[in-house]
Each structure stands twice: as C-alpha cells, then as structure tokens.
Nanobody
Framework: QVQLVESGGGVVQAGGSLSLSCVAS????????MGWFRQVQGKPREFVGA??????????HYAESVKGRFRVSRDDVDNTVYLQMNSIKPEDTAVYYC?????????????????WGKGTRVTVSA
C-alpha cells in the first residue's frame, strides 16, 4: 500500500524559510514524478512544484507563484521528496500535500496525480 507522509510544517515569519519533507513507502517511486500541491481553506487545491523521476533527470516544474522562491528535490535512496521554501509570503499559508504521479504536463493537475499525502500545515505570519 502506497503511503506518503509529510513533515516540516509549522509557523514561519514572512521573508523566512521552511523545508518540508515527504517520505514515500509501499514500493519504489524512482521512475515517477514527486512533488507538492497546496490548498487554502475554501479554495481549490493548487499545484506548487514537481520533479521528474530518475533522480530528476527530466527536470522540474513550478507554479509561477513560487518560481524562484521554492525548490523541489528528491532522494531516491530514502524515497523522500523535499520542498525548500524561501522568501516566504503570507499568501503561501496553506496545507501542503505531497504527491506522486507520471511525469508530464498533467502532473500539475489534480487528475494527473496518482497518490496524495494527508498534508502538513504551513502558516506564515506577517
């Protein structure tokens, strides 16, 4: 059974940094994309960023709102994907979800995701 478990959420001041982690278990994910979505209460879940399988050989993809501030990386030995968040803004406040799916444009869509974590909350104080 595939399980994705996020950690690292919390409260951070605007302008600061925070790193999220997600450990995947149940099988190997080396050839699949891993990444992150987020959701503000009352709003649709939105794509944040993703990294291709095979150690990221196919590159990364980011939402425009986080490009240049957030970075997705992965460690296939530990089946872990990371989200490094820098220059954090109050509008980054959300629950962040770890995801796994096939690499391609559809990874940025909800229907393109095969597996979801349960989420970790990030709150940015002004």
């Amino acid at each position: 059974q595939v399980q994705l478990v996020e950690s690292g959420g919390g409260v951070v001041q605007a302008g600061g940094s925070l790193s999220l982690s997600c450990v995947a278990s149940g099988r190997t994910f080396k050839t699949e994309a891993m990444g992150w979505f987020r959701q503000v209460q009352g709003k649709p879940r939105e794509f944040v960023g993703a990294i291709s399988g095979n150690g990221g050989a196919g590159g990364t993809h980011y939402a425009e709102s986080v490009k240049g501030r957030f970075r997705v990386s992965r460690d296939d030995v530990d089946n872990t994907v990371y989200l490094q968040m820098n220059s954090i803004k109050p509008e980054d406040t959300a629950v962040y979800y770890c995801i796994v799916g096939p690499w391609g444009p559809s990874i940025a869509t909800i229907n393109g995701v095969d597996h979801w974590g349960k989420g970790t909350r990030v709150t940015v104080s002004a």
